[in-house]
């Protein structure tokens, strides 16, 4: 059964009783197994623990400079299976040698019968009859043995590592040093771990190294003082896996042009780990992404090597629901999910996560893990397109959209606000649920939901480039050859993270409408051509008292706490709110989902 899961196993049987064997297949002997040994060609070694009997030691040590010390086998090479080593006596100590050595003493008896008289051959018959069955019961409780030393081995794999991570000399590994990963590494380090990030970014792996933070959420102090405690560094080198005994992956998950998901780096994140997968090691997958990822793609790939989950490593799945820039919430005290592949591997990860996270929330399986993200943000995704909807509404009916929510929320149960805005940005929300739909079609499912709130968050955008239009129609301005401004390039608040950002959609839009296009963002110094349709880079502008009044138009798309909101509406010609940015009624400011303020300039063509 075991062999049938391809579980390499060599038996590695010495001798321990001087029999018809002389010096030279002594010699041989020992040298046939430590080659075996040696090569590491196998997943687990079962050997002998019976005492090897004085005659036949002496001849051993004839033929070794090192000798056997008799009542245990002593092979060195043995040493590097670690726990695969898997000591046993002999048959002929176990219950089930007991047939082994009858089987011998009843075949013997039986030559004997059918020489002495073949009237006797009925009786012989029987013999061979009950020598089949007592081989049979042989194998069975040879199979039984092997079975139960396995499972062993796995669970002293498990207890192992068990044991090292609750001393904290468990050496942690984090795939994928981003906005996740970063903040996960440390936290690992400030509870005790040695950890190291791997990443495929020189640049990023010589900051950690060099005691720089590239992410807000990460103080750069910290950074500092971990590496001077000498428990966090980094490398490009993923043969560092080698001496690790648990690595979480935390490399990117995004969209194909098509909107099917791109495994890509997953798939070459854990090619990098399965080259250096070592029994006892426990493997997390953090990535956001399609539930069965864990066990259709990661496991294979990992078993590919002849280890097994759950017997020889350990394998989970945990979401990781970091929230940039939030200043209450993050990595230590936000409840992990976990889910494992096997029980054991379950125990292992929330071991592992519950030394650094406050509190942990297991599941019952990895797909149950994946599925809770993917809720999660298909529910954000699923209540912006509604207020982004209502927005649109709201627009057309002249009713303030926010001063609805606002009135909403205070009911004290059953309602959650959402609020509407000029698309959606970062590298989940707009992601993520498209996961899951392209998950759902595989079986036939139609995800409708999804699908209706993609169509309206990702018009959004258009929705913005026409109130900016209207806005400037009150002037009697054009779009096409006005100079606007755009406040805020970051797909949020206060951080620095342009992901799938709304920001870039606007920009082309009024580009390819005429307008010439500037920023201003105190997070985002610069945007790459490559980064928006306009295919050009362009540097950030100051947006202080005095810079304003030169823009036909401001659109504020992300409400950074650093922009001065007074000197936007003293010296501003137009402002297109899209966030609520701006409290109260000004005649120069266009919201989102909001009729004019009284005492709004006149234009021959009303805003809708
Ligand atoms: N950023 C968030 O707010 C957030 C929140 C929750 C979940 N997630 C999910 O977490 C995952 C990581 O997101 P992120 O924001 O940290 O991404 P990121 O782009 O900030 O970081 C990913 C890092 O992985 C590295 N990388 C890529 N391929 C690699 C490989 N094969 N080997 C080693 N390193 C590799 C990249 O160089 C990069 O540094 C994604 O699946 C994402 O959906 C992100």
Redesign the pocket.
């Known amino acids: 059964m075991w062999a049938a899961r391809g579980i390499r196993i060599l038996v590695a049987n010495l001798m321990t009783e001087s029999g018809e064997t002389d010096n030279f297949s002594v010699l041989d002997h020992l040298l046939t197994i430590e080659w075996h040994l040696g090569r590491q060609l196998f997943d687990c070694v079962i050997y002998n623990t019976t005492p090897v009997r004085d005659a036949l030691a002496a001849k051993y040590e004839e033929c070794r400079s090192t000798p056997i010390v008799t009542g245990s086998f002593e092979l060195n090479a043995l040493h590097r299976f670690g726990e695969r080593a898997i000591g046993v006596p002999l048959v002929s100590e176990h219950p089930a040698g007991r047939f082994a050595t009858n089987r011998r003493a009843s075949h013997r008896r039986s030559r004997r019968s059918r020489r002495a008289s073949s009237a006797r051959g009925s009786r012989a018959r029987r013999s061979e009859a009950s020598r089949r069955s007592e081989a049979f019961k042989y194998g069975l409780c040879s199979e039984l043995y092997l079975h139960r030393s396995l499972e062993q081995m796995s669970a002293s794999l498990a207890e192992t590592l068990r044991e090292k991570i609750r001393a904290r000399r468990a050496r942690t590994g984090v795939?994928?040093?981003?906005?996740?990963?970063?903040p996960l590494a440390v936290e690992l380090a400030k509870a005790g771990f040695h950890a190291t990030g791997?990443?495929?970014?020189a640049r990023?792996v010589q900051s950690i190294n060099d005691g720089r933070s590239y992410?807000p959420d990460v103080a750069t102090v910290e950074v500092q003082a971990l590496r001077s405690k000498g428990v966090l560094d980094a490398t490009?080198d993923?043969a560092i896996i080698r001496e690790l005994d648990t690595v979480n992956i935390?490399?990117?998950?995004p969209l194909r042009k098509t909107k099917d998901p791109d495994m890509s780096?997953?798939v070459?994140?854990v090619?990098?780990i399965a080259k250096h997968l070592h029994p006892g090691m426990l493997i997390v997958l953090?990535?956001?992404?399609y539930p069965g990822t864990t066990d259709e793609v990661v496991q294979p790939m990992l078993e590919a090597t002849g280890l097994k989950a759950g017997v020889d490593f350990f394998l989970a799945f945990s979401?990781?629901?970091?929230?940039?820039g939030n200043p209450t919430y993050q990595t230590h005290n936000v409840p992990k999910v976990v889910g494992g592949f096997s029980p054991i591997c379950l125990q292992l990860a929330a071991e592992l996560y519950g030394s650094a996270i406050q509190t942990i929330v297991p599941v019952s399986s990895t797909r149950v893990a994946e599925m809770v993200?993917l809720l999660e943000n298909t529910f954000r995704a699923v209540n912006i397109g509604l207020v982004n909807e209502l927005a649109l509404m709201c627009d057309r009916m002249n009713i303030n959209v926010w001063e609805v929510v606002d009135a909403a929320k205070t009911k004290p149960f059953g309602f959650m606000p959402f609020y509407p805005g000029p698309g959606l940005g970062?590298?989940?929300i707009p992601?993520?649920p498209f996961y899951l739909s392209w998950k759902a079609k595989q079986t036939g499912f139609d995800p409708r939901f999804i699908e209706l709130a993609g169509h309206i968050n990702a018009g959004m955008p258009h929705y913005v480039v026409d109130k900016v239009a209207d806005a400037l129609n009150t002037r009697r301005k054009a779009v096409n050859g006005s100079n606007v401004l755009i406040a805020g390039v970051a797909y949020k608040k206060d951080i620095d993270?342009m992901?799938e950002s709304p920001a870039m959609d606007v920009m082309g839009l009024l580009l390819a409408r005429g307008a010439k296009v500037s920023y201003a963002d105190p997070w985002v110094p610069q945007v790459h051509g490559r980064e928006w349709s306009g295919g050009y880079d362009l540097k950030a502008v100051d947006m202080t008292r005095g810079t304003i009044a030169q823009y036909d138009a401001v659109v504020i798309i992300t409400d950074h706490k650093a922009f001065d909101y007074a000197a936007l509406v003293d010296e501003a010609d137009i402002i297109v709110d899209t966030r609520n940015a701006i409290k109260g009624d000004h005649p120069n400011v266009f919201k989102l989902g909001a009729p004019r303020a009284a005492g709004a300039p006149e234009g021959k063509v009303a805003i809708a």
């Open positions: 795939v994928g040093l981003g906005y996740v990963g970063l791997i990443d495929l970014d990023k992410i490009t993923f935390c490399v990117p998950t780096y997953i070459s994140a090619e990098g953090e990535s956001t992404t979401p990781e629901r970091v929230d940039p993200k970062g590298h989940c992601i993520d993270d992901r």
